[in-house]
């Protein structure tokens, strides 16, 4: 069965930082993408940060500059560091494994994490 384990949330103040993990199991992890969404109190889940099998990144607009989004394909873990956080960073982030169905047509099956707490205070 394929899980993913989160860590590294908590509580940080304004401008502070916070990394977090993604240890991931029952899978092949190297060939796949993985990635993080967050849901913030009132608003609907958003797209953070992903990073491809081959190392291509893709960022949130909001988040450029200060998130990276990493990966050690040897420990099976993804990695998101956060710096200079704002409480709109407050949330709970969700990491995610898209595992390839289909080459051809893209079509992939994306497992979730539990999710983690990040909350930002002012």
């Known amino acids: 069965q394929v899980q993913l384990v989160e860590s590294g949330g908590g509580l940080v103040q304004v401008g502070g930082s916070l990394r977090l993990s993604c240890v991931v199991s029952g899978i092949n992890f190297s060939p796949n993408d993985v990635g993080w969404h967050r849901q913030a109190p009132g608003k609907e889940r958003e797209f953070v940060a992903t990073?491809?099998?081959?190392?291509?990144?893709n960022y949130h607009e909001s988040v450029k500059g200060r998130f990276t989004i990493s990966r050690d394909n040897a420990k099976n873990t993804g990695y998101l560091q956060m710096s200079e956080l704002r409480p709109e960073d407050t949330g709970v982030y969700y990491c995610y494994l898209d595992v390839r169905i289909s080459r051809s047509s893209g079509a992939a099956y994306r497992h979730w994490g539990q999710g983690t707490q990040v909350t930002v205070s002012s």
């Open positions: 990073i491809r099998s081959g190392g291509d990144t």
